[in-house]
């Protein structure tokens, strides 16, 4: 269901639908951008495959008291097409291109949340994911850190694996640095940064309370759509083989003035969580992708 290292680390690091595009790209080999035409040091095979395994300490939910240790194992699926492309945590239709904009698609995914005390006798959360377009905006490439402005819009829907329920939709902008050869070592580190804002169905699926589900401890509460929370991500990756690549990655998530603030199951306004994991990609195509 997921096929990218950017969707294995949303899983492993919160709910919040990052994810991702996102701060994370590949650890494989990043995407030349439309300001970046591939040198032919950059040749890349037409497709990879492999596997992404990582583990993670992660709340339930965004704005949950309960974290746990999560683990997963995801079949990764890179494809660099002429029209489209599948890294780096998006699906690049190649809507629309020119020298600083770009349109295309993004997902990502969270895990489930079963077993939490404060939504006992209420239904659990199944696996969340999305997918939507993503409007991209490059035109920052020669300032430190190459900044990348990602403004995704994406339907959720959430999943117990027996069947697919819709549960809203969920912008993000992000705004994400790269930064090559940290500290001089052959690492990449990225930093983002990312509001996010959800519909009515969605705040609803994570924070309201039906009358039939108040007790004394969870009065009834009715969510609204608004403002969900910003997010600042710390990723660092590294490639030590062709197919073999290592990640590191820290999330902060503030939940400070969002909309549903007073739902008694966002019971903390601050949420920590890291991960780390391991891609490799061992089947490979001989023929290259197109410059």
Request: proline share 7%; hydrophobic share 35%; aromatic share 8%.
């Amino acid at each position: 269901m997921m096929t990218t290292q950017t969707v294995l680390t949303s899983l492993l690091t919160s709910l919040t639908f990052t994810v991702a595009l996102n701060s994370w790209a590949s650890p494989n080999d990043q995407a030349p951008t439309s300001r970046e035409p591939m040198q032919s040091s950059q040749v890349l095979p037409l497709w990879e495959m492999g596997i992404a395994t990582g583990a993670g300490y992660v709340p339930d939910y965004p704005g949950s008291d309960r974290s746990r240790a999560r683990a997963a194992v995801l079949p990764i699926v890179i494809y660099r097409g002429p029209l489209l492309r599948i890294e780096n945590g998006s699906i690049y239709g190649r809507i629309k291109q020119t020298s600083n904009w770009e349109l295309d698609l993004s997902a990502n995914g969270a895990f489930n949340a079963n077993n939490n005390a404060d939504r006992q006798g209420m239904p659990d959360l199944d696996y969340l994911f999305g997918l939507g377009p993503q409007l991209i905006y490059r035109g920052w490439q020669d300032q430190p850190g190459s900044p990348t402005l990602r403004m995704k819009l994406r339907a959720i829907m959430s999943t117990d694996l027996q069947r697919i329920d819709p549960r809203g939709t969920n912008f993000e902008p992000e705004l994400q640095w790269r930064m090559a050869h940290v500290a001089g070592t052959p690492a990449t580190l990225s930093l983002s940064i990312q509001p996010g804002w959800g519909s009515q169905s969605l705040q609803s699926y994570l924070y309201q309370v039906n009358t039939e589900e108040a007790t004394a401890a969870r009065p009834a509460f009715t969510a609204r759509a608004g403002y969900m929370g910003t997010e600042a991500g710390l990723t660092l990756t590294h490639k030590l083989q062709p197919d073999l690549s290592w990640f590191a990655t820290a999330r902060f998530l503030s939940l400070h003035g969002s909309a549903n603030r007073h739902s008694p199951l966002l019971r903390d306004t601050s949420n920590f969580s890291i991960g780390a994991g391991v891609v490799w990609t061992p089947w490979r195509s001989s023929e290259t992708a197109s410059k």
